[in-house]
């Protein structure tokens, strides 16, 4: 266990606070859906994980039976950088965790989440912000928290609030269509 996945729990539960009630979610660069799972547990809504890397969804749909949310929890591979064939319906919500600084295209990406969301739709975006313990863990270079707000913007995303964990060792965006 690492240093981040000490306090997962706590962010993965700021998360299903923030994101309330919704329907549809969609959590983009989902890994072993770990987030997906919790989500679909804690809200009992239906949850579309999406990666381009199918490596965790053995542990994922293992979880997800384990968890009996396996009905609501859909994996599928695909590549965020075009979201229109998921879409109809949109979903109300899109999580990403630890995604961000591995995209190729964040705002292609960031500008498809907003199109796949529904008027007043949220995004709730979770990345390790340069200057984080993150750097020397993963030797991984990330965006700072300006950077990813403007990626946010320039995606025509209304920004809400951004959070910060443990003195800014990870950083949560709220942002909205
Ligand atoms: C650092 S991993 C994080 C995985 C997971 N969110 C977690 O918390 O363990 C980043 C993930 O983003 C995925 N990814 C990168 N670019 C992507 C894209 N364009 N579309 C979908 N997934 C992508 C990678 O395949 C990888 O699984």
């Known amino acids: 266990m690492d240093y981040y996945d000490r306090f997962e729990p706590s962010v993965f539960q700021r998360i299903v606070e923030i994101i309330g009630r919704p329907e549809r979610v969609v959590e983009i660069g989902?890994?072993?859906?770990?987030?997906g799972n919790f989500i679909a547990r804690t809200v009992g809504c239906t949850v579309m994980c999406i990666d381009t890397d199918t490596q965790g969804f053995t542990v994922g749909k293992r979880q997800s039976k384990k968890s009996a949310v396996a009905h609501l929890v859909r994996m599928i591979q695909h590549d965020a950088e075009d979201l229109t064939s998921l879409c109809p319906p949109k979903f109300d919500c899109c999580v990403s965790i630890y995604v961000l600084h591995e995209l190729e295209h964040p705002v292609k990406v960031l500008t498809q989440v907003r199109k796949a969301l529904k008027?007043?739709?949220?995004?709730?975006?979770?990345?390790f912000p340069k200057g984080s313990i993150a750097e020397q863990l993963y030797d991984e270079e990330y965006y700072s928290t300006r950077m990813m707000q403007s990626f946010l913007k320039r995606a025509g995303?209304?920004?809400?609030?951004?959070?910060?964990?443990k003195k800014k060792q990870l950083a949560l965006f709220l942002a909205s269509t």
């Open 30 to 35: 989902c890994g072993d859906c770990r987030l």
């Open 119 to 127: 008027r007043n739709g949220k995004m709730v975006l979770v990345d």
């Open 157 to 165: 995303f209304k920004i809400i609030t951004v959070e910060y964990f």
